[in-house]
């Protein structure tokens, strides 16, 4: 099993931060075909071959996700895919990267 874990420091608002959580999952959710569901203030996220969430509180956004044998393969690309998103969504002056 593989897995990806992204990081990032913010100094944004907690609505912000949130409602560019919901847009960045959105978009990778509906790329890969995964279930996103928000419980208290953690997006879990999950596929048949995914498991995994992401949490935006007031100074950093993290994504963790565990991949099945069968994403394994493209683990790389799928985490390219959200730091990129991440990146076009998060104003350069508000991020810094772990």
Do not use: N
Request: glycine share 6%; net charge negative; hydrophobic share 40%.
């Amino acid at each position: 099993m593989g897995s990806i874990e992204i990081i990032r420091d913010h100094s944004l608002p907690h609505h912000q931060i949130i409602r560019l959580a919901d847009e960045l999952m959105l978009d990778i959710a509906e790329e890969y075909g995964l279930e996103l569901e928000w419980r208290g203030d953690k997006l879990h996220i999950q596929h048949a071959h995914t498991r995994g969430y992401l949490h935006a509180d007031a100074e950093s956004i993290k994504i963790k996700l565990k991949l099945g044998i069968l994403l394994f393969p493209v683990s790389l690309v799928l985490k390219q895919s959200i730091e990129e998103t991440l990146d076009e969504l998060l104003p350069k002056a508000a991020c810094s990267y772990r």
